[in-house]
């Protein structure tokens, strides 16, 4: 999408203003997170190609300085640089995890403003990210940790004083619900669309059954004012999908809260959400059914917030499998109008964007039924039946692996005294192996479409989880718990029977090595025209590749997601290792990479100034997955 000086500000704003934004001799912004409203990551430029991306280097880099308000907190534990910034005329605007947000001049990385919305660094909140921010016509919109909607003027950097009050509005209100400190929070950026500043939650997962409401709301681009709100759990008898929600606490569930990023369809005047699972995410026994429109992709009308349709990728979710990401807006090749996400499950679905329907056939298949007392799994659950599925389908003692002999024994060892019946094999006293586990197959980074090849690109994750139900009688409530996300948690699933206990199936004495067979990570494309996987090529290393010279065949675990350039490339971070590397979107041949800071998990982005195309990308690291902690905004362009 092109922004020019009679659509990227007010018009009101003075001339000066107006050539500060929006610049003279740019050709490409990247206005919205996802590069156009429908989330595609395409950048229309092609003067980095496959024939001269080796020669891209360093164009600059600079700190946002964000370490330094860690100290004193234990925010970095949890701190993951996730942003994936805007370019608007001559300006990059970056969030960080604490919601610090940096307007950097495109061409050097100069910092020209800052503004802190001042936190409570003594919260514990349930994550410390923040992947982007909206908008429109001069403002910048930020939705913050802490639940407030901020509205600043894109050149001062100074709230806007006719928004909310004293420009921003409180997110907090009574209508969510009950809410745990720290536990309720906005990590994805506002979207824009039209009039409208639409925004979902962030609900931390597991703490108990009635948990703050997932509701999606919409308020006035220019005042604040509160235009529509929608709740994922029917409240009411009568309302859609009220049925459901089965027992006497069902329609109490929290939860089902749009998460990922918000897509918006301005000639529709449709609002495109990803919700995910209801609360909390192991156990059902307090809302048997199917809990329709979580795990769900939904249409909302821009018009009053109500369903248009919505689809269903997991029916009454035992796994954590939300649906993870920004559903992409794209064309098919031959015309259709289509949605498109990719799951936990290492699933696509691909929608019609008027009905919702798929375009690729899906089945409903009989899975696993649940042993645990209390609870009543969905007999079928709906399977892609054409586009390719990726990530681990069962995991048994010959998907065991490990770099030699003993390592091998332990993990079949492990293995053998867990239940493992393959996807959807529902949590258990005994411990189950979820495989896909909740960072497997696709997960937040998304997709990438290439429109001009057809292709849609995802980075995907190849690990399992083991996750046990513990009688609430049996555990010691007393003990600490741990919060390393690629390590093991718990979650105390107040008002149920159960507390439950995740973790991987990894070696964490080496590195976190998965203790299945690689490739653990890859980068694939799908032919949408045929329906057919086009590429699949292994993506990073989690281990030392001096101590093991096959590292880059076996892939890497990728918290992060690819983006596309006319060019003909593949943008890529995300992985443990730290490097950006670049692929030939229409075979995946490895064509650049360049070692970072410290590793990135968040999307690339790409735009033109002055005639020069940029490829940026924010590198942090990563609290709970334990790689370094960094700061860095890093551009690269051709000498």
């Known amino acids: 999408m092109l922004a020019g000086p009679a659509n990227s500000l007010r018009m009101k704003k003075p001339i000066c203003l107006l050539l500060l934004l929006s610049g003279m001799g740019f050709a490409q912004d990247w206005p919205v997170y996802g590069g156009d409203e429908g989330g595609t990551r395409f950048a229309r430029l092609s003067q980095i190609s496959a024939a001269n991306v080796a020669q891209l280097r360093l164009a600059w880099s600079v700190p946002t300085e964000e370490l330094k308000t860690y100290a004193g907190t234990r925010l970095a534990q949890k701190a993951a640089f996730e942003c994936t910034p805007l370019k608007v005329g001559r300006s990059v605007f970056v969030v960080t995890p604490t919601n610090r947000v940096l ?49 600043l003027d894109a050149e001062t950097g100074k709230p806007s004083a006719d928004f909310g009050q004293g420009g921003q509005v409180d ?44 509701i999606v709301r919409a308020y006035d681009r220019v005042s604040g004012a509160l235009r529509w709100s929608w709740d994922p759990v ?20 929290g939860a089902a809260n749009a998460w990922p990023p918000i897509s918006v369809d301005p000639k529709r005047k449709l609002v495109f959400v990803s919700t995910t699972s209801p609360s909390p995410d192991y156990y059902g026994g307090e809302r048997r059914g199917s809990n329709s429109m979580a795990n769900s992709v939904v249409a909302l009308r821009a018009t009053d ?13 035992l796994w954590d499998y939300d649906v993870p990401m920004q559903p992409v807006l794209l064309t098919l090749p031959g015309g259709r109008e289509a ?67 003993v390592t091998t024994q332990a993990a079949r060892a492990w293995i053998a005294r867990l239940r493992s019946a393959g996807i959807f094999t529902p949590p258990s006293l005994r411990g189950s192996v979820l495989a896909p586990s909740n960072i497997g197959g696709f997960n937040w980074g998304g997709l990438t479409y290439d429109a001009e090849r057809g292709l849609l690109i995802g980075a995907t994750n190849r690990v399992a989880a083991v996750v046990t139900l513990i009688p609430r009688a049996q555990f010691d409530e007393s003990q600490p718990l741990p919060d390393r996300r690629l390590e093991s948690e718990l979650g105390l699933m107040k008002g149920t029977p159960y507390v439950v206990k995740r973790e991987y199936l990894m070696d964490s004495s080496d590195h976190l090595r998965p203790m299945t067979k690689p490739p653990w990570g890859t980068l ?26 096959d590292a880059e065949k076996w892939g890497s675990i990728s918290l992060g997601g690819p983006s596309c350039t006319a060019g003909g490339l593949t943008f890529v971070a995300a992985t443990m290792d730290g490097h950006l590397r ?35 990308i924010c590198a942090g690291g990563h609290g709970k997955a334990g790689t370094p902690l960094g700061d860095a905004v890093v551009a690269f362009a051709l000498p």
């Not at 799908?526 to 093991?548: F, Q």
């Open 103 to 151: 307007a950097l001049d495109a061409g050097n990385g100069t910092r020209r403003w800052v503004y802190d919305p001042q936190l409570d660094r003594a919260q514990p909140y349930s994550e410390v990210t923040c992947r982007g921010l909206g908008y429109s016509q001069g403002r910048i919109y930020l939705a913050t940790l802490d639940a407030r909607l901020i509205a």
């Open 171 to 214: 997110l907090k209100a009574p209508e969510v619900g009950s809410l745990v400190p720290g536990n309720y929070q906005v990590t994805s950026p506002p979207a824009v669309l039209g009039d409208l500043v639409v925004v979902g939650s962030a609900i931390g997962d597991n703490l108990a059954s009635q948990e703050a409401r997932g």
């Open 234 to 253: 029917p409240r009411k008898a009568g309302e859609e999908g009220y049925d459901t929600w089965k027992g006497p606490k069902a329609h109490e569930t």
């Open 305 to 317: 917030g109500r369903p248009h349709w919505h689809y269903q990728v997991v029916h009454h979710d």
């Open 339 to 405: 949605v498109a996400v990719g799951t936990k499950m290492g699933h696509l679905f691909v929608l019609d964007r008027d009905t919702g329907l798929p375009l690729f056939p899906v089945e409903e298949r009989p899975v696993l039924r649940s042993d645990v007392e209390g609870e009543e799994s969905f007999p079928t659950q709906p399977f892609p039946s054409k586009l390719p599925v990726f990530g681990l389908r069962k995991v048994d003692v010959e998907e065991a692996w490990g770099p030699d002999e």
């Open 524 to 549: 694939a494309a799908v032919d949408l025209a045929r329906g057919e996987l086009a590429w699949e090529v292994p993506l990073g290393s989690m281990v030392d590749p001096l101590k093991y010279p």
């Open 582 to 616: 670049a692929f030939e979107t229409a075979t995946g041949k490895l064509l650049w990479k360049s070692q970072l800071p410290v590793s990135a998990h968040a999307a690339p982005m790409s735009y033109e100034l002055d005639g020069k195309q940029y490829v940026l």
